[in-house]
């Protein structure tokens, strides 16, 4: 067998584009090294700097690699049995102490597919519906608007189809460049090479910014807002597209509904007031509408810039407003499309692991869609959507007793990071699954030890609904166990049954019989292709894009909602008189976990760094690189000054990445009331120099 058969290939285990590549195992571990795939499915070949450095951390010397527990507040090495035992006694006598709901389960969407079902279906096994997953913190509120006004939480179009077919990219509060590079880099600037416009609305010029060299043409348009005034400019967008008569009358006639109440909305809203709050000049704004509204095919791809405010769902509903009015959707280059964070970041919440749904977004409180899962699973299912991640570690220690860890980092990702550390200490148990001692396994009571992306096999939906196939490269530590054996393990030995399974695709057997949007897949089917959900039935080839006849509402029409401007819940004050906004490094991975021991990653940016704006500086006193303490009404961080135009003057923006300074000490974990997710992107801070 030559070198080449034996590659395995498997999907990057990074973000959600879900790139192809293809590993080469090498005579041990750390010979592991990529090869190429020139046709692999989403990215033919090309791989970004993260990506390039997956196999980095396989084979890392942190690795967790025997199960520990806590004895006397130290961590010992443990039997596996030992680990176990350990863990059912405590989820038993915490259900028999407290009740089912005093547990809280956490899913991952760096676990795969099978991976979370398994743990969502092990949580309402014990009777709780307290299960999330960490796309609760990204997209939640996109989720919520997109599935309540067009029927499905998820992007309308796919990569593809967009760089083929759209003639204006409308790209706010995301950054393709830095945190969906492959996507940007071939898709979307082949569109452009061709003629595509780009508009971004940010605060913070990036590396989308710089990829589009969007500031030194006509073509593109860079509108840099205050934070937190996304609904007012995009109203002032729709105002321009109603005066002029830029709608697509027959659209909005046949396929929406609620259109009276976005003019009844708009009737006295002033434009100039309005661009003056975002600080954007007016016509600015009326001439990105205008692009927006003349192309032929005009696509929005939304970020977590939208999402992460107490307004989120609104935000992104507004988006869904403009797109309805003009009949840019179901079509392909069209639609709403967030543009999601981790690998598996779709497929987490399709397969249930949420609160209020089970899997294929079936809402729990619906006594027919329960029954029917029910059926499946052989045990009935409360019928109370239970709580969210956030909703879970602020109980802890309340009405949470216990918590059940995969893969997730809360001190890290969760708003307020010492509020989530003061809770875990409360905690009666918890239990971690991870591949590193993370800043939030420390608190755990027992930790288990899993296998990395390079070791396992499942499937993982990435950002545009493809379902693929992650395959195990070779096994690197001899005592740890996938995420699958373990949770089937826990279940098995609480329960008897219903865990129990031979592999991934057996759990995917059970996956599809119970998430309609997954019918048709199986692992022979999805191949080395994968495929776009919906696919209910073997054959299907799945949707590209979605909504061509008719939206997926109880009506069958889209939805239009007027919004209103809602502030930020926190503005600046005399005593805090900055916005602190914050974002992801292309070089790093959300909380850090795996990017901070990748050398190649660190390299680039080894610490956390603040973006003031000159002005800004100067009034402070602040000189570029040197230290400044930064403070919220939740913490202080001290970091390095970058003092750059790049940033709105009165914002100042960092990141989470980093354990000794993360923004995540900062911000606010005030939520959306609909969605629950936190308000990461907006907090009243002040700079001090040292
Ligand atoms: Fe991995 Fe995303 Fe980079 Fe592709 S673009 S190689 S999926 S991190």
């Not at 082949?190 to 508009?199: F, M, P, S």
């Not at 599809?512 to 949007?517: G, K, M």
């Not at 502030?567 to 959300?590: G, K, Q, V």
Request: with cysteine.
């Amino acid at each position: 067998m030559t070198e080449e058969q034996e590659a395995v290939k498997t999907i990057c285990p990074y973000c959600g584009v879900g790139c192809g590549i293809k590993v080469q195992p090498g005579a041990k571990p750390g010979d592991m090294r990529f090869v190429p795939w020139g046709d692999a499915p989403v990215n033919e070949g090309r791989i970004c700097i993260k990506g390039g450095a997956a196999t980095e951390v396989v084979d890392h010397e942190d690795r967790l690699t025997d199960p520990l527990v806590k004895e006397d507040g130290e961590f010992r090495e443990a039997s596996w049995g030992e680990a176990f035992d350990r863990v059912v006694g405590e989820l038993e006598r915490i259900r028999e102490e407290h009740g089912p709901d005093a547990m809280g389960f956490f899913g991952s969407s760096k676990t795969m597919n099978e991976e979370n079902y398994l743990l969502q279906k092990l949580a309402r096994r014990y009777g709780t519906n307290n299960v999330d997953n960490c796309t609760r913190m990204c997209h939640a509120s996109t989720v919520w608007a997109l599935r309540t006004s067009l029927g499905a939480g998820a992007m309308t179009n796919s990569m593809a189809d967009l760089e083929e077919a759209a003639d204006v990219f409308w790209i706010q509060g995301a950054n393709p460049g830095e945190q969906h590079p492959i996507a940007n880099s071939q898709y979307f600037r082949q569109a452009v090479l061709e003629g595509a416009t780009v508009i971004q609305v940010d605060p913070h010029a990036n590396k989308t910014t710089r990829s589009f060299q969007i500031e030194e043409t006509d073509r593109h348009m860079h509108l840099q807002l205050n934070p937190g005034t996304d609904i007012p400019l995009l109203n002032v967008v729709i105002k321009t597209v109603l005066e002029n008569g830029w709608i697509d009358e027959e659209f909005v006639a046949e396929r929406t509904e609620g259109f009276e109440h976005l003019e009844e909305t708009l009737a006295d809203f002033d434009r100039e007031e309005a661009a003056e709050q975002c600080g954007v000049p007016l016509e600015d704004i009326e001439l990105a509408a205008e692009k927006y509204a003349m192309a032929n095919n005009a696509a929005i791809f939304t970020g977590m810039g939208m999402s992460q405010h107490t307004c989120g769902v609104d935000n992104v509903q507004n988006e869904i407003n403009l797109a309805l009015v003009t009949g840019n959707v179901g079509r392909p280059g069209t639609g709403v499309n967030p543009l999601r964070g981790q690998n598996n970041v779709q497929g987490t919440c399709d397969v249930g692991a949420m609160p209020n749904v089970l899997p294929g977004y079936q809402p729990v409180d619906d006594d027919e869609a329960r029954k029917s899962v029910e059926a499946v699973w052989g045990f009935e299912v409360p019928p109370e959507p239970g709580l969210t991640n956030v909703e879970i570690t602020r109980a802890a220690g309340d009405t949470v007793a216990g918590l059940y860890i995969m893969g997730e980092n809360p001190v890290m990702s969760e708003p307020d990071g010492n509020r989530v550390e003061e809770r875990l200490r409360e905690l009666e148990f918890i239990v971690a699954q991870d591949i590193f001692m993370t800043e939030t396994a420390k608190y755990a009571d027992v930790i288990l030890p899993a296998t990395t992306w390079a070791e396992r096999g499942g499937t993982v939906t990435n950002t545009d609904r493809r379902v693929q196939r992650m395959r195990p490269v070779r096994k690197v530590h001899g005592n740890t166990k996938h995420d699958l054996e373990i949770v089937s393990e826990v279940g098995t030995r609480l329960f008897g049954e219903g865990f129990d399974f031979e592999d991934p695709e057996d759990v995917f057997e059970e996956l599809r019989q119970v998430c309609p949007s997954y019918h048709g897949m199986t692992y022979d089917l999805l191949g080395e292709e994968g495929i776009h959900w919906p696919c209910y039935e073997p054959g299907d080839e799945g949707d590209p894009y979605l909504y061509e006849e008719s939206f997926d509402t109880e009506s069958g029409l889209g939805h239009i909602e007027g919004v209103r401007h809602q502030p930020p819940r926190e503005t600046p004050d005399e005593e805090y008189p900055m916005i602190l906004t914050t974002a992801r490094l292309e070089e790093h991975y959300n909380t850090g976990t795996m990017s901070r021991r990748s050398p190649t990653l660190n390299r680039q940016h080894p610490e956390n760094f603040v973006d003031i704006h000159p002005n800004d500086a100067e009034r402070y006193g602040v000189s570029d690189g040197e230290d400044v303490t930064i403070r919220s009404r939740r913490g202080e961080i001290t970091v390095r000054a970058n003092v750059t135009e790049a940033i709105k003057e009165g914002s100042i923006w960092t990141t989470p990445h980093f354990a000794a300074a993360s923004a995540n000490r900062l911000t606010n974990d005030v939520l959306d009331e609909r969605a629950k997710i936190p308000e990461y992107k907006a907090a009243a801070a002040e700079i001090e120099v040292g």
